[in-house]
């Protein structure tokens, strides 16, 4: 399974744009790039998948470049309740594998 | 439609004892995953079940060990345990699908296990 590298930690501000990236240089032909997001105590949240180029849903958008050894998660106007870990993933995109997660971003809103 | 459940919400136990804990996936998924997530660390995959089988394996040993039901529920347990064992442990679902899909893996709020 690719390997993945994003920030360990990030500040914001209520109303903010924020945007994680996140690097996975081995990322295989057949992997997707998801995001989760998880608060204190719960379990992960699925929040935006992507293969190629941009994905956007009602949450966040997806950027992934031609290359794919990158991908950024931009989060619109943050609020303080978008303060969790963030966690980037490669994988065949079904979730009928295996999903490693590492050490994932945690992204503090400040009001 | 209610999501992935899992029971209990809390449970303390003490070194040598061993632990069931229960999941019961999203409506319409046929597969589970359990997952052990330690304090300030993602969450770590420990084994996946379909069909009744275990059909993936992640790193952990033998005292962890599992089932799934006719229904799709699934139990985890742990026999033996250990202080390491504390932890977060989460279940997750996701439903018949083909490959290259967007549907995922749907987690449960989790079982928080302490050993003393």
């Known amino acids: 399974l690719a390997k993945t590298t994003q920030p360990i930690s990030m500040d914001s501000y209520e109303g903010q744009e924020v945007n994680i990236t996140c690097s996975h240089n081995?990322?295989?032909?057949?992997?997707?790039i998801t995001w989760y997001q998880q608060f204190p105590s719960q379990g992960p949240r699925f929040i935006i998948q992507?293969?190629?180029t941009k994905v956007t849903n009602e949450v966040a958008s997806l950027f992934i470049p031609a290359d794919r050894k990158s991908s950024t998660l931009s989060l619109p106007r943050v609020s303080l309740s978008d303060t969790a870990v963030y966690y980037c993933l490669v994988g065949d995109g079904t979730g009928r594998r295996a999903l490693t997660f590492g050490s994932g971003t945690r992204l503090q809103v400040q009001p | 439609d209610a999501g992935v459940t899992q029971s209990p919400t809390h449970l303390i136990k003490t070194r040598g004892q061993q632990v069931t804990l229960r999941c019961s996936p999203k409506?319409?998924?046929?597969?589970v995953s359990w997952y052990q997530q330690a304090l300030g660390q993602g969450p770590q995959f420990i084994f996946q079940y379909y069909e009744e089988e275990e059909r993936q394996r992640g790193n952990f040993p033998d005292r962890f060990s599992g089932h799934q039901f006719p229904n799709y529920s699934s139990e985890l347990n742990v026999n033996a345990l250990l202080l390491g064992d504390s932890a977060l442990y989460l279940c997750a679902s996701n439903p018949p699908g083909l490959a290259g899909g967007v549907e995922t893996q749907y987690f449960g709020p989790g079982t928080r296990l302490l050993v003393l």
């Open positions: 081995n990322i295989a032909t057949n992997d997707y």
């Open positions: 992507g293969y190629k």
């Open positions: 409506s319409g998924h046929d597969t």
